[in-house]
Structure formats: C-alpha cells, structure tokens
C-alpha cells in the first residue's frame, strides 16, 4: 500500500497508537478509505511509523473498538461503517432517531391495508369484534441505505382518515401527535435476535439468515390505551441496542 508517511510527534504526550489511530480514522471519516478496503497490518504499520507492533495492534484495536474496523481471521482488517447505538430507554420514532444523527432518513412503502386483526393481536390493541386496523409495512433507509423493516398495526377507530396518509413520506408518529392530537406515554418492547429470512434479506441487501435486531412494540398513549403494535427488524451489522442502568443502592 503506497501511502505517504504521516509524521508521528514522538516527543509530545499524545500516545503513538493514538495519533496512529486518528491518522488512520481521519483518513476514513474523510472517504480516503472506504468500507471493505483493507487496513494495513501490524508489521506494516510498525515498518511504516517505525514503531513496535505491540504499538501498532493498539492502534488498529482502537479502530475496532470504536467499530470502524474488523479482523477476519486469516484475511486481514477492514475498514467497516460503525453500528448505529438504538437506545432502548428512549421512545423514538425511526425518523427522529436518524435526523439526531445528522442521516437522512426516508421509506419506501411496501405494503398499505386496511385488515381485520387476527385474536392475539385484537388483544394487545384492545379491539372489540369487528374494528379494523392499518397494517403498514416499510423499509426504512438511511441516507439512502436500508436498515430496517417495520410492520405497524394501528387501530383505526383511534385515528379516523389514517388509511389515506401516504406514510412513504409522512412520519408516522408525527402525524399521531401534529394532526390527531395523541401524547404518547410509553411502550412496552422485547428485544430479541434472528435470523433475515430470504425476503428480508433482499430487502436489507445483507445475506440470507443474518443476524437481526428485533423489537416488538406496544405503543400506549399518556391515558393508557394502545396505540400501536410494531414489529421491527433491524440489520445486525449496521444496529446495537444501548441502555444506562442506574444502581440505586451500592453494596
């Protein structure tokens, strides 16, 4: 790999895996190095800053902890996009979440329909014989890229009109709240991992039966009734799911 030498400050207080680190991480924020392009390794880092491969190996284990790069045992390392953090103590939708981090979010709907609920699910809304719900199923893409499938079922006698929203390019959440005047309370979720079934897949553009984030939603409004049952599926290689737990009593 023909690189120009970065210069190290070997006199300064900055660690050298460090500003071995930046200079590497620097170069892919920038677009230099782009994902799936390979890193150099130990001996050629130290070869090339002339410094120790145990120096060399910190740098390059940094990258990886901060999730912009991984070793494939008997290939290399390589450059990788970080995981998007989804915190599972804060009610969001997909939308918000990705303008927060500066992405652009956007849908593509796959399907729209108005459907009676099965049992279980008439349950969980608190439905009586014969209400109807609004099943949507999206992609959910960020700056273009696709990261999740949802499934929304939403209890129509709560939201009258819904069915005709073209929620390819309406916020879901943000229309419950700006045009029907909803305050969410809280939701209740499970989280659990599987694996893309072949549809899925296609969709995600990942291989068939990779790993999966998955979170099911009930969604409640501040009084207490069911908004909204939610299944999403989200790319484990692009996901992580981050919570804070707060000790209240230390032993």
């Known amino acids: 790999m023909s690189v120009a030498m970065d210069a190290l400050n070997k006199r300064g207080f900055v660690p050298l895996y460090y500003q071995i680190q930046q200079t590497l991480l620097n170069r892919i924020t920038s677009g230099e190095?782009?994902?799936?392009?390979?890193?150099?390794?130990?001996?050629?880092?130290?070869?090339?800053y002339l410094v120790s491969r145990m120096t060399a190996r910190q740098a390059l284990q940094g990258l990886k902890a901060k999730?912009?790069?991984?070793?494939?045992?008997?290939?290399?390392?390589f450059v990788m996009k970080p995981k998007l953090s989804k915190s599972i103590l804060m009610l969001e939708s997909f939308t918000e979440e990705i303008r927060k981090k500066g992405i652009t979010p956007s849908s593509r709907l796959l399907q729209q329909k108005v459907s009676s609920p099965d049992p279980e699910l008439a349950e969980r809304l608190k439905l009586s014989?014969?209400?109807?719900?609004?099943?949507?199923?999206?992609?959910?893409?960020?700056?273009?890229?696709?990261?999740?499938?949802?499934?929304?079922?939403?209890?129509?006698?709560r939201f009258q009109g819904l069915e005709s929203i073209d929620f390819s390019t309406c916020s879901l959440y943000e229309t419950m709240h700006d045009r029907y005047g909803i305050e969410f309370g809280w939701a209740d979720e499970t989280i659990e991992a599987m694996l893309a079934a072949a549809d899925e897949a296609k969709l995600l553009t990942i291989p068939n039966r990779a790993s999966l984030l998955c979170i099911s939603r009930t969604l409640m409004a501040s009084d207490g009734s069911p908004l909204e049952f939610a299944l999403s599926r989200y790319r484990g290689d692009r996901y992580r799911a981050s919570l804070r737990v707060t000790l209240s009593q230390a032993d």
């Open 129 to 157: 014989p014969g209400d109807r719900i609004l099943y949507l199923r999206r992609l959910r893409l960020a700056n273009e890229v696709p990261l999740a499938i949802e499934e929304s079922n939403i209890p129509l006698k």
């Open 33 to 48: 190095l782009k994902e799936g392009d390979m890193l150099e390794s130990e001996e050629e880092l130290s070869r090339r």
């Open 67 to 77: 999730g912009y790069a991984v070793s494939e045992r008997g290939r290399g390392t």
